[in-house]
């Protein structure tokens, strides 16, 4: 981040364009020899595809998954939506109930409510007061019927890790098919399609280094799930995804992969390390919690709650200094309390008092101890203020 | 999940960092009063304490929790309170207060807790008064 810019705490949200795959993202943009469409046959067309098949190898080795399984999005949300109302439409009139979680994002959660409006039924699934989805849920949830479970590697908001190997393995047996929103964990965390039992697999590229507005759907290949098709209209992708392919978005993509598949060697860990060094920073400002369990979660998720500090101040007067998320939805022009938190078990008062910090490849000590200071000296000034008894009636 | 969206006047970001009159009255001479109005579902709790004397009010602090615009309009009312005869209405008006610090639509509500508080002192003050 440039100098005097805020601290960037947001990478859940979006992470920076790394440096690296701006310059190969332009470098494509401005070469002569390809300026054609990949679906084309000619010379430039073809210099395109190669460029576009290329990337999709590095973003499949991402996952562990074959340059074939890769079908390009415009990113999460649309891979989201794919997975869910294809995979639940192409089922076939007898199976009708799809099983997903409260805490999932709203791509899958609104998917999901317009299978509801279609006639389908669907397992709400309520987490644990940690966040975690156990598989035991999932499984008590199962009926004859079910088409397809969708569930998040890990959540948005609180980082929480839902085993996903487990419930992969047991709709493998019930012949089920499942879906994992992966748009927080791919790159953060090791993932491999055929080890954990996944059918679909949704992630993108702005959350991990790349370009905004292109993603990627994992379809595993045998056997390969039934899927309907959102968009029509020329055939690519194999007929699931039609529109001309955005070589460059592409290739900037599969470059934030390789990257990030290379970073997972160490990355990780350094990331954790700074999220304990903020939450040890945080202390002075007690009383201070987390929201979820800390393991199994993201190394750069810090979900935290300031009770008695209302949560639009808090932002307010962090503004210009601290770039991070509130307990509060984007949604709503009246900063609605985060579903995800109260599904937890928080009031809207708890949740309106959280903040996600949200750490990656970019964040370092210093900005992490500035970012602990900055927060206690706002938290203490606002609490300063507070009447009598306030902590206590609001937490 | 993101951060607010909701712009703020200079007015309101003005009084927000310096939150003028916020915490405890200094110690002086004069009867002490206060008022306190609380609205967790609203948002707002605010809660004004004020030394009287001679029918005036000679010091005004206040405590709030809240949003922005609460806490800005709690202060600014604190600051015009000194010097002011203990009478409501000529002092705040609600609405004019949301126009002066730019509050949207939505943030009345929090600022009828203000008003509220703001009232029960200036009660409480006019009771002693009267005794």
């Known amino acids: 981040m440039p100098d005097g810019a805020p601290i960037y705490l947001d990478y859940a949200a979006t992470a920076p364009l790394d440096a690296r795959v701006a310059e190969v993202m332009s470098n494509c943009l401005r070469d002569p020899t390809l300026q054609g469409n990949p679906a084309s046959g000619h010379a430039p067309g073809r210099a395109a595809a190669a460029c576009v098949e290329f990337a999709r190898g590095q973003v499949a080795q991402l996952v562990g998954a074959q340059p074939e399984t890769i079908v390009f999005t415009s990113g999460a949300t649309e891979s989201v939506n794919l997975a869910v109302l294809g995979a639940a439409r192409a089922a076939g009139s007898g199976k009708r109930h799809v099983v997903t979680a409260r805490t999932e994002h709203r791509a899958a959660l609104d998917a999901c409510r317009q299978l509801e409006r279609e006639g389908f039924t669907v397992g709400w699934l309520k987490p644990g007061t940690d966040g975690g989805v156990d598989p035991g849920q999932v499984a008590a949830a199962l009926r004859p019927d079910t088409a397809l479970v969708s569930l998040m590697h890990a959540n948005n908001e609180t980082g929480m890790i ?3 190997a487990a419930v992969g393995r047991m709709c493998r047996e019930r012949g089920v098919t499942f879906h994992v929103d992966a748009a927080q964990s791919a790159g953060k965390l090791p993932i491999d399609v055929d080890g954990m039992g996944v059918a679909l697999l949704s992630f993108c590229a702005h959350k991990l280094g790349g370009p905004k507005g292109i993603g990627a759907l994992y379809l595993r290949h045998r056997p390969r799930p039934a899927l309907q098709p959102l968009q029509f209209g020329g055939g690519h992708e194999r007929g699931l995804r039609a529109g001309s392919l955005a070589t460059h978005q592409i290739v900037g993509f599969g470059l934030a992969c390789e990257l990030a598949r290379v970073g997972l060697a160490t990355e990780p860990a350094r990331i954790r390390a700074l999220r304990e060094r903020l939450w040890a920073g945080l202390q002075p400002a007690a009383p201070v919690a987390r929201n ?3 393991e199994p979660g993201l190394p750069g998720i810090l979900n935290v709650r300031f009770p008695g500090v209302e949560g639009e101040s808090l932002l307010f007067a962090l503004d210009g200094s601290l770039a991070a998320s509130s307990g509060s939805a984007c949604s709503s022009a009246t900063a609605e309390p985060s579903y995800v938190l109260r599904a937890l078990g928080l ?10 910090l949200s750490l990656g490849r970019e964040t370092t000590e210093e900005e992490i101890d500035r970012a602990a200071r900055l927060l206690v000296a706002c938290v203490r000034r606002l609490r300063a203020a507070l009447p009598a008894g306030a902590i206590e009636a609001i937490a | 999940m993101t951060g607010s969206h909701t712009t703020y006047s200079p007015l309101v970001r003005s009084l927000f960092e310096r939150l003028p009159h916020a915490g405890d009255l200094a110690p002086g001479p004069g ?8 609205a967790l579902d609203r948002g707002a709790w605010v809660r004004y304490e004020a030394r009287i004397e001679d029918g005036r009010v000679a010091d005004c602090a206040f405590r709030a929790w809240g949003c922005p615009h609460t806490l800005a309009a709690a202060a600014l009312v604190a600051s ?3 010097g002011h005869g203990i009478d409501a209405e000529a002092v705040f008006d609600v609405r004019r207060l949301a126009a002066e610090l730019g509050a949207p639509p939505e943030k009345l509500g929090r600022l009828l807790v203000v008003e509220d508080a703001l009232i029960g002192m200036l009660a409480q003050a006019l009771a002693l008064q009267s005794t």
């Open chain 1, 162 to 164: 839902n085993d996903i």
């Open chain 1, 292 to 294: 979820g369990a800390a």
């Open chain 1, 347 to 356: 009031s809207d008062l708890a949740a309106q008092a959280s903040l996600r």
């Open chain 2, 31 to 38: 009867a002490v009063v206060h008022g306190e109005a609380i």
């Open chain 2, 80 to 82: 015009r309170m000194h």
